[in-house]
């Protein structure tokens, strides 16, 4: 079992600073079944990132993802207002398909 | 567009069965991997089970945790799949959702709400 660890648990920026997010995983992943979301309360979970890099549908590109093997990272160029909340890594290669336990972003 | 919709959520008793439905659009689901994943309140996201795509057999894995007790089935004339949830615990009341990969891109329901309380 492939287990993620997100790195720090919470962070709190104010807007228009830069947030760097890591997940890593206990033992190798492939990169084209890594993905990065953010969810907010009350909520669904939100793609922001596939593949590693890969910017989903409509996401801006403040967001950016990279990273291979066991350590990830992602990246918010600019924060905004509507980026608080619960971002959470994700490796979808081998069962049993794991989530980090989140990475909560705080605006001041 | 791809859409998928989740249904059956419910309170039920502790040690009762609920069926969940995912009606998908926009995609073929024999055609794709799809998982189930549930949010207990206030807590992270937990991966429950997949079913493969037709071609890889419709086969099913589960987290060890359920015990057996939940299984996937799909209904590919209904281009939905179902959640069978039996013996039902405390634990388990969530959001679960499903989840559909289409070339590698997962693609989320917005989730059906189960209460496990008596």
């Not at chain 1, 890591?22 to 890594?34: D, I, M």
Request: aromatic share 10%; hydrophobic share 30%; glycine share 12%.
């Amino acid at each position: 079992e492939i287990v993620l660890t997100q790195t720090p648990g919470t962070l709190s920026l104010s807007p228009g600073e830069r947030a760097t997010l890591f997940c890593r995983a206990s033992r190798s992943v492939n990169s084209r079944y890594f993905g990065w979301y953010h969810q907010k309360p009350g909520q669904a979970p939100r793609l922001l990132i596939y593949g590693a890099s890969n910017r989903a549908t409509g996401i801006p590109d403040r967001f950016s993802g990279s990273g291979s093997g066991t350590d990830f990272t992602l990246t918010i160029s600019r924060l905004e207002p509507e980026d608080c909340g619960v971002f959470y890594c994700h490796h979808y290669v081998t069962s049993p398909f794991s989530f980090g336990p989140g990475t909560k972003v705080e605006i001041k | 567009e791809v859409r998928l919709v989740e249904s059956g959520g419910d309170l039920v008793q502790p040690g009762g069965s609920l069926r969940l439905s995912c009606a998908a659009s926009g995609l073929i689901v024999s055609e794709h991997d799809m998982d189930w994943v549930r949010q207990a309140p206030g807590q992270g996201l937990e991966w429950v089970g997949r079913s493969t795509k037709k071609i890889d057999g419709h086969t099913t894995e589960y987290a060890a945790s359920l015990e057996g007790r939940f299984s996937i089935s799909r209904e590919d004339s209904q281009n939905s799949l179902n959640l069978q949830m039996n013996s039902l615990k405390s634990d388990d009341t969530a959001v679960y959702y499903c989840v559909f990969y289409i070339s590698g891109i997962p693609y989320w329901g917005q989730g059906t709400l189960v209460t496990v309380s008596s």
